[in-house]
């Protein structure tokens, strides 16, 4: 499967990635990218913490679809449920972000 991304300053393609909530697919720079540290869903803000991330938009809906769709524990494969509170807090608190 290819994608073709729009071309930015210095010919790179933008990255793309598939929101965990809504499925929708985002330039990598909108998204937030979580990463799991044991049972905890945890924010990557600085995009740095190694292993398997998800990305999703940075909104309390698509939180809650994540949750709903139980997103979270397939994204990270792992067979039961993770904590995503810390990510709900990160978004709580994150209100100039709205998109
Ligand atoms: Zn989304």
Known sequence: MRQHGKLEYGGHATP?????GCRGRTAKSELLRLVRVEDHVVPDLQGRLPGRGASLHPTLSCLELA???RAFPRAFRVPGPLDVSRVR???????????
Do not use: F, K, P, S
Request: contains cysteine; glycine residues 6%; neutral net charge.
């Open 89 to 99: 807090a990160q978004l709580e608190g994150d209100h100039a972000n709205v998109m």
């Open 16 to 20: 793309q990635r598939t929101c965990v």
């Open 67 to 69: 949750e709903r769709r």
